[in-house]
């Protein structure tokens, strides 16, 4: 195909959606093990079975097995909202005055807005063929709790919610949303479960983290008859079924001949990003090709920037599996900041472990910058961006201007991880010039990092 003539928008085929997951795992270096937090010793994938369905217990662990069949019935999920477009911010390109040609992979076309629903759908299909009686989840933003509300609708699920305080209070109609596809929701923290009780009269004030709820959701799981937990991003095995982001864009830069030099996503549990760079990180690990790649995360939870990667808990109530990953300290309570879906102390081992080797590299940025972006990248492109996919525009505006002063034409990729129309409050308060910029001092963060678990390797 002629470069001079690469259409807005590319789409595959329903023949050309990827009918497996790539697992990433099986080209790294291996990972450090999970810890049971009560032995310290390394967990066998029977020891998550209390806490998962079995199938995804499984994926978890599973560093060997290369490439994943999905399920008959989560590709019939998939073809109602995928494949996801890969579009040419040809607009954008002309406004940054770049030689660049950039490209985003468009993930907000369903209804939860986002990602999200890929891996939902893949949670609740394992969960329902085990014959579980319900599933239990925390959310950020709301994204993923709306795309598992969505997905635990479609396969009969019930389906407990804990969002974090703070997005609950700023995003009333997510609410609305999620208990139309019948499930129900609660504030995070909050007095339903023991670790919520005792959040609360420590930090009476909390406007809640991802940590905590993450504590509500496992306690109440694991105290619920047939009931299992799920997660929205961080584990091995959510990064698994977010390969189909990947896997498409690839497809699709293929049938235009291209192939990108910078890869950029938001980062905060990452879904998203690990997702995104799946097979592209496999051809750099493999020698085949060797992008740059680039996460973005906020300024005021810089848990790769300037954490510590060593072993923590993935939850602020010290119940879950210790895993090595970047880390601000379980402890840690970002500041009630705009992103909510980055508001994670911590970051996936296998993001952490890549990063920790040099695979990858890694920026933050103030929230005001991010939504100077958003804003650029709406009037241009005409999609409004969540604030958690405007990191990853800001990381790739930055990189086309570097192009501009160099004068080299690189192929840029960026995940826009979804929409941002549940989020008019933030830009409200950016376009009202209330919004405030919040980064952690260097005590802030040593509060947090003097609360790690002591543990050798």
Same mark, same amino acid.
């Given at each position: 195909?002629?470069?001079?003539?690469?259409?807005?928008?590319?789409?595959?085929?329903?023949?050309?959606?990827?009918?497996?997951?790539?697992?990433?795992?099986?080209?790294?270096?291996?990972?450090?093990?999970?810890?049971?937090?009560?032995?310290?010793?390394?967990?066998?994938?029977?020891?998550?079975?209390?806490?998962?369905?079995?199938?995804?217990?499984?994926?978890?662990?599973?560093?060997?097995?290369?490439?994943?069949?999905?399920?008959?019935?989560?590709?019939?999920?998939?073809?109602?909202?995928?494949?996801?477009?890969? @579009?040419?911010?040809?607009?954008?390109?002309?406004?940054?005055?770049?030689?660049?040609?950039?490209?985003?992979?468009?993930?907000?076309?369903?209804?939860?807005?986002?990602?999200?629903?890929?891996?939902?759908?893949?949670?609740?299909?394992?969960?329902?063929?085990?014959?579980?009686?319900?599933?239990?989840?925390?959310?950020?933003?709301?994204?993923?709790?709306?795309?598992?509300?969505?997905?635990?609708?479609?396969?009969?699920?019930?389906?407990?919610?804990?969002?974090?305080?703070?997005?609950?209070?700023?995003?009333?109609?997510?609410?609305?949303?999620?208990?139309?596809?019948?499930?129900?929701?609660?504030?995070?923290?909050?007095?339903?479960?023991?670790?919520?009780?005792?959040?609360?009269?420590?930090?009476?004030?909390?406007?809640?983290?991802?940590?905590?709820?993450?504590?509500?959701?496992?306690?109440?799981?694991?105290?619920?008859?047939?009931?299992?937990?799920?997660?929205?991003?961080?584990?091995?095995?959510?990064?698994?079924?977010?390969?189909?982001?990947?896997?498409?864009?690839?497809?699709?830069?293929?049938?235009?001949?291209?192939?990108?030099?910078?890869?950029?996503?938001?980062?905060?549990?990452?879904?998203?990003?690990?997702?995104? @760079?799946?097979?592209?990180?496999?051809?750099?690990?493999?020698?085949?090709?060797?992008?740059?790649?680039?996460?973005?995360?906020?300024?005021?939870?810089?848990?790769?920037?300037?954490?510590?990667?060593?072993?923590?808990?993935?939850?602020?109530?010290?119940?879950?599996?210790?895993?090595?990953?970047?880390?601000?300290?379980?402890?840690?309570?970002?500041?009630?900041?705009?992103?909510?879906?980055?508001?994670?102390?911590?970051?996936?081992?296998?993001?952490?472990?890549?990063?920790?080797?040099?695979?990858?590299?890694?920026?933050?940025?103030?929230?005001?910058?991010?939504?100077?972006?958003?804003?650029?990248?709406?009037?241009?492109?005409?999609?409004?961006?969540?604030?958690?996919?405007?990191?990853?525009?800001?990381?790739?505006?930055?990189?086309?201007?570097?192009?501009?002063?160099?004068?080299?034409?690189?192929?840029?990729?960026?995940?826009?991880?979804?929409?941002?129309?549940?989020?008019?409050?933030?830009?409200?308060?950016?376009?009202?010039?209330?919004?405030?910029?919040?980064?952690?001092?260097?005590?802030?963060?040593?509060?947090?990092?003097?609360?790690?678990?002591?543990?050798?390797?």
């Amino acid at each position: 195909m002629n470069k001079n003539s690469i259409p807005h928008r590319i789409y595959l085929t329903e023949d050309q959606m990827p009918k497996q997951w790539y697992n990433l795992r099986a080209d790294m270096d291996a990972l450090p093990p999970l810890l049971n937090p009560g032995t310290g010793q390394p967990l066998k994938e029977e020891d998550l079975y209390p806490i998962f369905a079995k199938a995804l217990a499984h994926q978890e662990m599973d560093a060997a097995t290369r490439y994943v069949d999905i399920p008959e019935a989560v590709q019939d999920f998939y073809k109602m909202y995928r494949p996801s477009p890969l @579009i040419r911010a040809y607009n954008l390109e002309k406004y940054l005055d770049t030689p660049a040609k950039i490209y985003y992979k468009f993930e907000g076309n369903n209804t939860s807005g986002s990602h999200k629903l890929n891996s939902a759908a893949a949670q609740a299909y394992y969960a329902k063929a085990e014959g579980l009686k319900g599933l239990t989840t925390e959310t950020g933003a709301g994204q993923w709790g709306t795309a598992l509300a969505e997905a635990c609708s479609f396969f009969g699920l019930p389906l407990i919610v804990y969002m974090v305080k703070c997005s609950y209070e700023q995003k009333p109609f997510r609410k609305s949303v999620i208990q139309t596809f019948g499930a129900d929701i609660i504030p995070s923290p909050s007095d339903t479960t023991e670790v919520g009780r005792a959040i609360l009269k420590a930090h009476p004030d909390t406007t809640g983290s991802l940590g905590c709820a993450i504590s509500e959701a496992v306690e109440k799981a694991t105290s619920t008859e047939g009931y299992r937990y799920v997660l929205g991003s961080v584990l091995n095995q959510v990064l698994l079924h977010q390969s189909v982001i990947g896997l498409e864009s690839m497809t699709a830069l293929e049938l235009i001949d291209e192939y990108p030099d910078v890869i950029v996503g938001c980062a905060g549990g990452g879904s998203n990003l690990g997702g995104l @760079i799946a097979p592209f990180m496999r051809d750099k690990l493999t020698g085949k090709a060797n992008p740059r790649i680039v996460a973005v995360e906020p300024a005021s939870c810089p848990s790769m920037t300037r954490g510590r990667y060593a072993y923590d808990f993935c939850d602020t109530g010290r119940v879950t599996p210790l895993a090595k990953m970047y880390t601000l300290g379980c402890d840690f309570i970002p500041s009630a900041n705009h992103a909510g879906g980055l508001r994670y102390h911590g970051m996936s081992p296998i993001l952490s472990k890549l990063y920790h080797d040099g695979q990858m590299e890694a920026i933050s940025v103030e929230q005001t910058k991010v939504f100077e972006a958003a804003t650029t990248f709406a009037k241009q492109e005409t999609i409004l961006p969540a604030p958690e996919s405007a990191h990853a525009i800001y990381g790739a505006m930055q990189e086309a201007l570097k192009c501009k002063e160099s004068g080299e034409a690189k192929t840029i990729l960026f995940g826009l991880t979804g929409t941002g129309y549940f989020d008019m409050v933030a830009y409200q308060s950016f376009m009202d010039k209330k919004m405030q910029d919040y980064i952690p001092t260097d005590a802030d963060l040593e509060r947090g990092f003097s609360q790690l678990p002591k543990v050798e390797d």
